[in-house]
């Protein structure tokens, strides 16, 4: 299993993460990005209704590692939670749109690191998977 199971939990209830890729020159780029499990729950998928004529696409094209991010924070009672997914990112035109309104292209991330925050019990975790 990739994600355990909090972090399953955590992840679909999240709306919201933040994508970086690498662009032209070496320079990181960070977009807001809907948040979706693969349906192997090993992935991250990502849609949107342009989403092959967007810059991130295009990087992830030249370089496919990305971090993918997902936070949440409540300031009052103090609670932070997040995850942080480094991977490699993959470019697939014309799969079979989610819902109206996507063009049916993906960004799917195959994790190789996992960092999460106050998620599971004990703090930060990190590992390769």
Avoid: Y
């Avoid at 919201?16 to 499990?37: A, D, E, M, S, Y």
């Avoid at 990112?89 to 960004?107: K, N, Q, V």
């Amino acid at each position: 299993m990739v994600f355990t199971k909090a972090e399953l939990a955590f992840l679909r209830k999240q709306p919201i993460g933040r994508l970086c890729t690498v662009g032209p020159g070496g320079k990181p780029q960070v977009r807001p990005v809907n948040v979706h499990l693969g349906s192997d729950d090993a992935t991250i998928e990502i849609f949107g209704p342009i989403l092959a004529q967007t810059q991130k696409w295009r990087n992830i094209i030249h370089n496919p590692q990305v971090s993918f991010i997902v936070d949440h924070v409540i300031p009052q009672p103090r609670n932070i939670q997040g995850i942080e997914i480094r991977g490699t990112a993959t470019t697939l035109p014309r799969e079979r749109p989610p819902a109206d309104g996507f063009s049916g292209d993906i960004i799917r991330i195959t994790p190789r690191r996992i960092v999460a925050w106050g998620i599971d019990e004990g703090g930060t975790h990190a590992r390769d998977v």
